[in-house]
């Protein structure tokens, strides 16, 4: 835990989770007229702390709603003014009581506690399940001590720890006596990046008090991403789209990078919102029938053959497959080195990789995570403000999947989400 007390104070601005630290200076178009991001400050002062609060329980108790989240925002957003109103995890702000090394070390539990056991400790000072979360990502660099983590080494391997990184350990710690260390990140040990949570996705994290993270059902959902800030003041439209609305600007999953950008464009988003936004598929499923004309009658040639062999097992079976198969619960840009590995389901997806004009984005993002967050949140941003209803224009409905009492027209939506098992590049 060394590595945390020297890393508090750089912790305000350097989470890359979504439930965590909100950072201020960033890149966003030009606001509307209409929403600004402090629509709610005298009417509803608490409304970021209320909605995290609601994401996250929502969260931890199904992960897949972090990606079903993101897709309603593409269908809000896209098919035309106003849907239901969406909000997305806005984190808390950054506590003062990080101000002092020795006010948290006095409260910092052992590497070989458990979750509940870290809460706890963390809960004396009013530390949250999010802070245990980002503060651990201090173990992306430092290094650790056998002693810390040989209760995971002997007698035997602990269940959660990848067997290929508990043979390596035991070369580094051959006795429960060794007094060896060894790095605590295992990808990149000297760079602070998110990649520790990408070992404990690989059950490669070194302490208890970093594994059981990815083991306790409170902690695990938390799938990272950037924080940004939204433009709020968004009003709820008074008509539901028609499923050919919805095909109109969502185009399908086969489609090429041509008809991709002919169709962003009709909402004046480019190349650039095209590869960016298309990067949501970092987590989510896709549908076999969204990507069975790569796989049936044959092999598409961009796909690569390990990656088809084991796809023509999962379908018939499953139906429905992660779309990235490197981190599939992680916001991260994996997917942009699953495009160019040509191990992405989708032809509107893998297609970028192909195409003069988007290949290169995708490199930039592939090695530049950073570059690619700052993309996202630029181009969500603009996607949020597309045709918006502000000031006394649509409703606020009372209800988010209906019209109020009185509204003329159906009342309820017709469309549903999984409209067709098509859709956008980055909304499927
Ligand atoms: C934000 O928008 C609301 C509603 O239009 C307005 O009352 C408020 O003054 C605006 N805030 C800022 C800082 O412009
Ligand atoms: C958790 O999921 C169950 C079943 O999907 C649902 O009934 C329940 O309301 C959910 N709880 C929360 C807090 O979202
Ligand atoms: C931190 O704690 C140590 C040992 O208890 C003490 O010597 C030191 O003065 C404290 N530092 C601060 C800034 O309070
Ligand atoms: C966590 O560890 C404590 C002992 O430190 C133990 O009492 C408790 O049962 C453990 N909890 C879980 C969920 O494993
Ligand atoms: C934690 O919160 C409680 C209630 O708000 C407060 O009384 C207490 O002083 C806080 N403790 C710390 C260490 O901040
Ligand atoms: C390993 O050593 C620790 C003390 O460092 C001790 O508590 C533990 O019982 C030992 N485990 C085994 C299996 O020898
Ligand atoms: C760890 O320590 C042992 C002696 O206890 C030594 O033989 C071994 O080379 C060390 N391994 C590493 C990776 O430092
Ligand atoms: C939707 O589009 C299809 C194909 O373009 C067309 O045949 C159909 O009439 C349209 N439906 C409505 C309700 O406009
Ligand atoms: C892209 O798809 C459209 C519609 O399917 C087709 O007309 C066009 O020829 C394709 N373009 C390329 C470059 O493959
Ligand atoms: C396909 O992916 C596998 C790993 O899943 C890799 O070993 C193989 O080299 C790849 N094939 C090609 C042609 O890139
Ligand atoms: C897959 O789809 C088929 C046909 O719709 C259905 O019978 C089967 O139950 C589905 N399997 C799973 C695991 O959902
Ligand atoms: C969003 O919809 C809910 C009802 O589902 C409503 O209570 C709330 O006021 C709406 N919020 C905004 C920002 O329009």
């Given at each position: 835990m060394?590595?945390?007390k020297?890393l508090l104070?750089?912790?305000s601005c350097?989470s ?7 950072c201020e ?5 030009p606001?509307v007229?209409?929403l600004n ?21 929502a ?10 989240l993101l897709?309603?925002h593409?269908?809000?957003?896209f098919?035309?003014s106003?849907g239901p109103?969406y909000s997305?995890?806005?984190?808390r702000?950054d506590?003062a009581?990080f101000?002092?090394?020795?006010a ?7 590497p070989?506690?458990n979750v509940s056991?870290l809460l ?5 000072n009013?530390?949250t399940?999010n ?5 651990s990502g201090g173990?992306t ?5 056998c ?6 080494l ?6 959660t720890?990848?067997p290929t ?5 035991r070369?580094?710690?051959?006795t429960?006596?060794?007094?060896n ?19 404990l ?6 302490f208890?008090s ?14 990272g991403?950037?924080n940004y800030k939204?433009?709020l003041?968004?009003r709820?439209?008074t ?5 050919n609305?919805t095909l ?6 086969i489609?090429?990078v041509t008809t ?6 009709l909402n004046?988003?480019?190349v650039n919102d095209?590869?960016?936004l298309s990067?949501?598929h970092t ?8 990507f069975?004309n790569?796989?049936?009658p044959t092999r598409?040639?961009?796909?690569n053959?390990?990656?088809?062999k084991?796809?023509r097992?999962t ?5 429905t497959t992660?779309?990235?198969l490197?981190?599939?619960?992680i916001?991260?840009n994996?997917?942009y ?7 992405e389901?989708f032809?509107s997806d893998?297609?970028?990789?192909n195409?003069?004009r988007?290949?290169p984005i995708?490199l ?5 995570q950073?570059l690619f967050?700052e993309k996202f949140?630029?181009?969500m ?7 918006v209803l502000t000031?006394?224009s649509g409703q606020?409905?009372a209800?988010?999947s209906?019209k ?17 098992s098509g859709?956008s590049a980055?909304a499927?």
């Amino acid at each position: 835990m060394a590595a945390i007390k020297t890393l508090l104070l750089i912790f305000s601005c350097s989470s890359l989770l979504i439930l965590s630290s909100v950072c201020e200076a960033q890149t966003a178009p030009p606001l509307v007229k209409g929403l600004n991001y402090t629509f709610y400050k005298t009417t509803c002062p608490n409304l970021e702390s209320i909605i995290t609060k609601q994401l996250k329980s929502a969260f931890s108790n199904n992960s897949g709603l972090a990606a079903g989240l993101l897709r309603l925002h593409f269908h809000d957003c896209f098919v035309q003014s106003g849907g239901p109103n969406y909000s997305v995890p806005l984190g808390r702000r950054d506590s003062a009581t990080f101000a002092t090394a020795n006010a948290t070390t006095k409260f910092l539990p052992s590497p070989k506690s458990n979750v509940s056991d870290l809460l706890a400790a963390l809960a004396l000072n009013n530390l949250t399940v999010n802070d245990l979360v980002a503060l651990s990502g201090g173990h992306t660099i430092g290094i650790g001590h056998c002693a810390s983590f040989n209760n995971r080494l002997f007698p035997s391997r602990d269940s959660t720890m990848d067997p290929t990184f508990f043979n390596n350990l035991r070369l580094t710690c051959p006795t429960n006596q060794t007094v060896n260390t060894t790095n605590l990140d295992v990808r990149t040990p000297n760079t602070f990046d998110n990649k520790y949570y990408v070992d404990l996705v690989n059950r490669q994290g070194l302490f208890t008090s970093d594994q059981d993270m990815f083991v306790d059902s409170r902690t695990k959902p938390i799938s990272g991403g950037p924080n940004y800030k939204v433009p709020l003041g968004r009003r709820d439209g008074t008509t539901f789209a028609t499923v050919n609305d919805t095909l109109k600007f969502l185009p399908s999953p086969i489609s090429n990078v041509t008809t991709l950008l002919s169709a962003l464009a009709l909402n004046n988003l480019d190349v650039n919102d095209l590869v960016a936004l298309s990067g949501g598929h970092t987590i989510g499923i896709g549908h076999c029938t969204s990507f069975e004309n790569r796989l049936f009658p044959t092999r598409d040639s961009n796909m690569n053959q390990t990656f088809f062999k084991n796809l023509r097992l999962t379908c018939p079976v499953l139906n429905t497959t992660n779309h990235d198969l490197r981190t599939p619960n992680i916001f991260d840009n994996k997917y942009y080195v699953d495009l160019m590995n040509r191990q992405e389901l989708f032809t509107s997806d893998q297609g970028l990789n192909n195409d003069s004009r988007t290949k290169p984005i995708v490199l930039g993002f592939a090695i530049n995570q950073s570059l690619f967050f700052e993309k996202f949140v630029f181009s969500m941003v603009k996607m949020g403000m597309l045709n918006v209803l502000t000031g006394t224009s649509g409703q606020i409905r009372a209800n988010c999947s209906a019209k109020n009492p009185g509204t003329v027209g159906d009342a309820w939506s017709v469309v549903d989400l999984e409209v067709g098992s098509g859709g956008s590049a980055a909304a499927y």
